[in-house]
């Protein structure tokens, strides 16, 4: 698991940009020493959800200790995001995304569920 959270990280990439207001994790982020005031104005100079991109590209350097640490966080504030990592599910459809606006995105697994659920017309 040491490496595999890199790849957890970017394989969830886009379930993050859809669920994720960097703002709400920003004290948490800070507090908890995941990052440093000088990470947080890089991520701060970005726009929209390339915000969450430069989180998660620099969680990835950070180590398999605060990556455990970030899922803490998670856990509290967007616990289904551990869900969507950990179990695969995608994240609740009616989910605010990181620009503050309800997420119309759908990704393909869920569209795929959708389209083999419908059973018999």
Not at 9 to 14: E, F, K, S, T
Not at 37 to 56: K, N, P, T
Not at 95 to 118: A, F, M, P, T, V
Request: glycine residues 6%.
């Amino acid at each position: 698991m040491e490496e595999d959270y890199k790849r957890i990280l970017d394989r969830h990439r886009d379930k993050f940009r859809q669920a994720v207001n960097i703002e709400r994790l920003s004290s948490s982020l800070l507090i908890s020493h995941i990052l440093s005031e000088s990470d947080w104005q890089i991520i701060e100079a970005e726009i929209g959800s390339q915000r969450v991109d430069r989180l998660l590209d620099l969680l990835k350097t950070k180590g398999y200790d605060k990556f455990k640490r970030f899922c803490v966080i998670l856990e509290t504030t967007y616990p289904y995001m551990l869900n969507c990592m950990f179990l695969g599910m995608d994240p609740p459809k009616d989910l605010y995304s990181g620009s503050g606006r309800i997420s119309k995105n759908k990704s393909k697994h869920s569209e795929r569920d959708k389209e083999g659920n419908q059973g018999p017309k």
